[in-house]
């Protein structure tokens, strides 16, 4: 269900605008999650010659080897300001995150939610006409929430956790499409 409403926001916010003409929407994938084994997809749209809204949808579904698994589903939202022109060269942008995750690495399971925000630069580079590279890095904040237990189920043994976190909040290394 949660997927169904991604997607939704991802129609509108395509859509949602006056039609689209060139070169006002981008699709992207961010090679950095793919190293960790995360799908994702990232859709970008113009609104002025300077202004973007761009959204980042990742998904991880995985379990490793043990046991061992992070499945979580991250969306981040973002409105960003070029310096010089849409979809080329310096950004400065504003996002928002939030996910939903479970799974754990060593003798703990966690499963909660995170929500937050940051500020993010970037740079994009101009590979084709319709084909760029893009770097960004963001930093922010984010507050976690989530239910702490054994690796082994054990409904006594559940404990109610939070946690605030400021430092890097988003890294990307995308191919970007330019329609």
């Given amino acids: 269900m949660r997927i169904k409403k991604i997607l939704l926001f991802i129609s509108l916010l395509t859509f949602g605008f ?9 699709v992207k994938t961010n090679l950095l999650y793919w190293a960790t084994t995360t799908p994702n997809l990232g859709l970008e749209v113009a609104v002025s010659p300077k202004v973007t809204l761009n959204a980042d949808v990742a998904y991880n579904p995985w379990t490793f080897k043990d046991d061992k698994m992070m499945h979580f589903i991250l ?5 960003r300001y070029w310096l010089c022109e849409k979809f080329e060269g310096h950004f400065f942008g504003i996002h928002l995150h939030g996910a939903q995750y479970y799974g754990g690495f060593n003798d703990k399971r ?3 939610y ?20 893009e770097a960004t890095v963001g930093v922010g904040y984010a507050h976690l929430w989530c239910k702490q237990s054994p690796r082994i189920p054990c409904v006594k043994c559940i404990k ?3 946690k605030e976190y400021f430092g890097p909040t988003k ?7 330019i329609f």
């Fill in 18 to 26: 006056k039609a689209a003409q060139g070169q006002n929407v981008a």
């Fill in 171 to 177: 890294l990307s290394l995308a191919f970007v499409y």
């Fill in 75 to 79: 969306v981040q939202p973002e409105v």
């Fill in 160 to 162: 109610d956790k939070t």
């Fill in 110 to 112: 966690y499963d909660g």
């Fill in 114 to 133: 995170l929500a937050g925000g940051g500020f993010t630069y970037g740079y994009d580079w101009i590979l084709s006409p319709h084909w760029n590279l």
